[in-house]
C-alpha cells in the first residue's frame, strides 16, 4: 500500500491539484453503486458523481456488459472512411432525445474536444460562406468550458489561465444574469450582437457549473437565444454538465422554447464509464460544408472518435436513462432536494440555497466571500471525507448531485451530515 502511494506521489500528476499537495491521494480498489471502496477499507459516497460523470451507479452491470462484449467484436477501427453499428445506434439515440432541430453528430473525447468542435464549426461556417468579419464570440463572465485552448479562451480569465492569457483569443463578455428579467444583461447582450461581427453565442444552459453551480432562468436565456438568432449569431449550448437529465429534463436546453444551432455533450453521456464527447448541430450548420471543394471539409478529428466500446457504453446506459424507474429517480432527487433547501434555507450560515433537477448547491456565508480559492474548502472536504462522503466543494459553495441510483435514505444520510456541518461551522467561535 506504501509502496503504490509513494510510487504515485513520485510519479504521477493528477488533475487540479498542487504538486505540492500535503495528502496522499485516497487509493481506490472497486466501486459499486453509489460507493467507493478504498484499499485500507473505506466505505464512501460517491455524492458528486465522480466530477459529474457518473449516472447510474459505479459498475453497472448493464454498462460492463455492454463493454466487455463489444470489446470481443470491435475494440476499435479509424473513423474516417469507416463506421460501425455501436455509433450509428448512439447517433440515432441521441437524435432521438436531442432537441428536434439537431442532425448531424460529431464524435471526439470529453467535454473539452466537444466544445472545441463546437466552437471550430461555428467558425468554418461563417468562413465556408466567405463571411470574414464575423468572428467574435459572445460568452458569460463566469463561464467554464474546459481546459484546451479554444474552451479556455471562451471560459472565465483567472488563475487557472492566467499562465496562458498570450495564447488565448478575446471574446465578448456578458454579466452573469441576476433575476429572470435583468435588464441590463439583455441591454449588454444586444449592443454586443448588433456589431455584426459576432461568430457565435456560446453558454452554459441554467447552470454555471464550475463557477459555483450558479443557476438562472430559462426566460432569460431564452430572450438571449432569440435575440442572437435575430442577429444570424450561432448559439453553443455547452450541455457537457447539464445533459442527460442532470437538470430534471434530458437536456437543460429543454426549458426554453429557443433552441440552439449546436449543442456540446460528454460527461454522463457513457454513464461515466469511459470517456466520450460529441458535438451535435442543426443542417444549417452542415450544409455550409457540403462542398466538393476540400477548404470546405471540416478537418478534425481524434485517434479514438467514436471509439466502438465508448459508443456502446453510452448505448447501454441511454437504454437505462430512458427506463421509467430511471427518470423516476430523477423526479424523486428533484423533490428531496427542494424539501431539503426548504428545511435549511433558513440557517444564518448559508448565503444562498439552490436546485434544479439532481443538483443541489450551497452556498456558504464566509468572510472572505465567494470564491474557489476560500479558506472553507479544504474544511469542508475534509469534514465530509472523514464522514465516508465525497463532496469536493468549489470554494465555499458545497454541492450535491448524485448518481441517479442514490435511495432516499442514502441522501437522507448525507442531507444530515451537512445539516450538521452547517450547525457545527454556526456555534464556531
Ligand atoms: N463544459 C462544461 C460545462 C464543463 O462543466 C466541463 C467540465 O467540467 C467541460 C466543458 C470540460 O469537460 P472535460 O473535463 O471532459 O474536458
Known amino acids: 500500500m506504501d509502496n503504490l502511494q509513494e510510487f504515485d506521489r513520485k510519479h504521477i500528476w493528477h488533475p487540479f491539484t498542487s504538486l505540492d499537495a500535503d495528502e496522499d491521494p485516497i487509493l481506490i480498489e472497486n466501486a459499486e453503486g453509489i460507493y467507493l471502496y478504498s484499499q485500507d477499507g473505506r466505505k464512501i459516497i460517491d455524492a458528486v458523481s465522480s466530477w459529474w460523470v457518473n449516472l447510474h451507479g459505479h459498475s453497472h452491470p448493464k454498462i460492463a456488459k455492454a463493454i466487455a462484449n463489444q470489446a470481443q467484436v470491435l475494440e476499435h477501427v479509424i473513423f474516417a472512411g469507416f463506421t460501425h453499428k455501436p455509433a450509428i445506434q448512439l447517433a440515432k439515440n441521441l437524435l432521438t432525445i436531442l432537441p428536434d432541430n439537431q442532425s448531424k453528430i460529431f464524435f471526439s473525447d470529453n467535454g473539452?474536444?466537444?466544445?472545441?468542435?463546437?466552437l471550430k464549426m461555428a467558425f468554418q461556417f461563417w468562413y465556408n460562406q466567405g463571411i470574414s468579419h464575423k468572428k467574435k464570440v459572445?460568452?458569460?463572465?463566469?463561464?467554464?468550458?474546459?481546459?484546451?485552448?479554444?474552451?479556455?479562451?471562451?471560459?472565465?480569465?483567472?488563475?487557472?489561465?492566467?499562465?496562458?492569457?498570450?495564447y488565448l483569443f478575446d471574446v465578448r463578455h456578458v454579466n452573469f444574469p441576476k433575476s429572470a428579467n435583468d435588464v441590463d444583461v439583455i441591454k449588454q447582450f444586444t449592443s454586443l450582437v448588433e456589431s455584426d461581427d459576432v461568430a457565435a453565442f456560446i453558454y452554459e444552459p441554467l447552470v454555471q457549473a464550475a463557477a459555483g453551480m450558479r443557476m438562472y432562468e430559462p426566460s432569460l436565456l431564452d430572450a438571449l437565444v432569440t435575440i442572437a438568432?435575430?442577429?444570424?449569431?450561432?448559439?453553443?449550448?455547452?450541455?457537457?454538465?447539464?445533459?442527460?437529465?442532470?437538470?430534471?429534463?434530458?437536456?437543460?436546453?429543454?426549458y426554453l422554447p429557443s433552441k440552439p444551432d449546436i449543442i456540446a455533450m460528454s460527461k454522463g453521456i457513457t454513464g461515466g464509464a469511459l470517456p466520450l464527447g460529441a458535438t451535435s448541430c442543426t443542417e444549417r450548420i452542415t450544409d455550409a460544408f457540403k462542398s466538393h471543394d476540400h477548404n470546405k471539409t471540416f478537418f478534425h478529428g481524434h485517434s479514438y472518435t467514436a471509439n466502438p466500446i465508448a459508443c456502446?457504453?453510452?448505448?447501454?446506459?441511454?437504454?437505462?436513462?430512458?427506463?421509467?424507474e430511471c427518470q423516476a429517480q430523477i423526479k424523486k432527487i428533484s423533490e428531496l432536494h427542494i424539501a431539503f433547501s426548504e428545511r435549511i434555507k433558513h440557517v444564518d450560515t448559508i448565503l444562498d440555497v439552490r436546485c434544479i433537477g439532481t443538483i443541489l448547491a450551497i452556498e456558504l456565508n464566509t468572510a472572505?466571500?465567494?470564491?474557489?480559492?476560500?479558506?472553507?474548502?479544504?474544511?469542508?472536504?475534509?469534514?465530509?471525507?472523514?464522514?465516508?462522503?465525497?463532496?469536493?466543494?468549489?470554494?465555499?459553495?458545497?454541492?450535491?448531485?448524485?448518481?441517479?441510483?442514490i435511495q432516499e435514505e442514502q441522501l437522507g444520510e448525507i442531507y444530515n451530515y451537512i445539516e450538521d456541518f452547517l450547525l457545527e461551522l454556526k456555534n464556531k467561535p
Open 229 to 254: 438568432h435575430s442577429q444570424n449569431v450561432i448559439c453553443i449550448a455547452d450541455e457537457v454538465f447539464t445533459g442527460f437529465g442532470r437538470t430534471g429534463k434530458m437536456f437543460a436546453s429543454d
Open 138 to 166: 459572445i460568452v458569460f463572465h463566469g463561464a467554464y468550458h474546459g481546459d484546451t485552448f479554444g474552451a479556455m479562451s471562451v471560459g472565465e480569465r483567472g488563475p487557472f489561465t492566467a499562465p496562458f492569457s498570450s
Open 368 to 405: 472572505a466571500g465567494t470564491s474557489y480559492f476560500s479558506d472553507v474548502r479544504k474544511e469542508i472536504l475534509t469534514y465530509f471525507l472523514k464522514r465516508n462522503i465525497l463532496l469536493r466543494p468549489l470554494g465555499n459553495v458545497m454541492y450535491i448531485l448524485p448518481p441517479y441510483v
Open 112 to 118: 473539452s474536444t466537444a466544445v472545441e468542435v463546437a
Open 312 to 324: 456502446s457504453a453510452a448505448n447501454a446506459s441511454f437504454e437505462l436513462l430512458m427506463e421509467e
